[in-house]
């Protein structure tokens, strides 16, 4: 059998040529990812050799895919309330531990700094109507909605409580407060 992760499908009794185009993709991605692994301090340094390291930002857990084949060195932030835009539902605990441990999991990165979920300020258009489903009606933002809203407290529980899971098994996670109202 054939299981793509990335594009979501199984072949199930494939051919010995599918097999061949499977294994031959196979390594042509894996060769790519170490080129760009070894050539990663080279191309990112100062004109006198001191190496940087490149953060990326992620919008939605999947991206965590496309950054491990980046050669990147880690997650700077991660906007969690993009999630809840998303959403059909309200996001569990479950939800969230199963987010955190797909970008840690696939992202390929030493350190991963997830955002509290922050609530967006009010637009007057039909996100404000999403915003209210998930977030409630309080105007607080930034480090007062995560820690003085009772909606915004039981979100940033939830969601510490998941990274807490995510780090427990993988000690890559951490937690980051919004602390200005945008």
């Keep these: 059998s054939i299981l793509n992760i990335c594009e979501g499908w199984l072949k199930v009794n494939p051919s010995f040529e599918e097999i061949f185009a499977a294994k031959e993709e196979e390594i042509k991605e894996e060769a790519i990812r170490r080129y760009l692994a070894s050539r990663r301090k080279e191309l990112v340094s100062t004109a006198d050799g001191v190496p940087l390291e ?17 050669a990147v060195d880690g997650i700077g932030l991660y906007r969690t309330e993009n999630e809840y835009y998303r959403a059909e539902k309200p996001l ?3 939800d969230w531990e199963r987010m955190f441990l797909f970008i840690v999991e696939n992202a390929g990165v030493k350190t991963i700094n997830i955002r509290l979920a922050e609530r967006k300020p009010k637009q007057g ?16 933002g930034g ?10 407290r039981q979100i940033s529980i939830t969601q510490v409580m998941a990274a807490m899971q995510a780090y ?10 919004a602390m200005i109202k945008t």
Excluded at 143 to 152: A, T
Excluded at 170 to 177: A, F, H, W
């Design 54 to 70: 490149v953060w990326v930002n992620l919008d939605s857990y999947l991206q965590a895919q496309e950054v491990g084949k980046l």
């Design 92 to 94: 569990s605990l479950e």
């Design 125 to 140: 258009n039909s996100e404000d109507i999403k915003d209210s489903q998930f977030f409630g009606d309080s105007n607080l």
């Design 143 to 152: 480090v007062e909605f995560n820690l003085e809203d009772e909606v915004g």
């Design 168 to 177: 427990a098994k993988y000690g890559k996670i951490g937690v980051m407060l």
